[in-house]
């Protein structure tokens, strides 16, 4: 049996257009998958395209500063392959928030989710010039977590725990930075 090692294919990371909104909610296959994603952040389940570029386009990712919100999507020759968030938390634009992670779930566990934070981290200390970015994950959510430390991504030790009551169970949040 020979094996053939396939190239990879072309992956870039674009702004956010309308039209993936579609997309990025068929990719939602459940309530838990849905919370997984976006935590509290949006109301009931299930969300429809509406909901996304309300959120985005028309109330800036809820995000108070004009140019503070960054909705992205990662994207090959098909289409659509992953979709993330950048925004600051801060007022010195220092310190970004990665968010709204999510993969094709038909096309998970391919090193699209890895290549698109890559290049994420890259936008984001290159030309957003932060000096850390942040991001949580649901410590029942292992696959995402390890994809997180794969990129570089290390666990930071907080005050408090972050604890959410979603879906009539507690999830704890995992932080984690990465430094420039």
Not at 24 to 51: H, L, M, N
Not at 88 to 97: L, P, S, V
Request: hydrophobic share 35%; charged share 30%.
């Amino acid at each position: 049996m020979e094996l053939v090692n396939k190239p990879m294919e072309r992956l870039i990371l674009r702004p956010y257009k309308p039209h993936d909104a579609e997309t990025i909610v068929s990719w939602i296959k459940s309530e838990r998958d849905f919370r997984k994603w976006s935590s509290d952040r949006y109301g009931a389940y299930p969300i429809t395209s509406d909901d996304i570029n309300h959120k985005y386009m028309e109330c800036n990712g809820d995000c108070e500063e004009p140019d503070n919100f960054y909705p992205m999507t990662a994207v090959t020759a098909e289409g659509p392959v992953g979709h993330l968030i950048l925004r600051y938390t801060d007022d010195a634009k220092k310190i970004i928030r990665i968010g709204f992670v999510i993969v094709d779930d038909t096309r998970r566990g391919m090193g699209f989710g890895k290549r698109m934070l890559q290049m994420a981290v890259r936008y984001a200390f290159d030309m957003l010039k932060a000096e850390k970015i942040t991001l949580g994950v649901f410590e029942n959510n292992p696959p995402a977590y390890y994809c997180y430390r794969a990129v570089g991504f290390r666990e930071i030790r907080t005050e408090q725990d972050f604890v959410f009551e979603i879906l009539g169970e507690k999830w704890k949040c995992i932080e984690l930075e990465v430094n420039k």
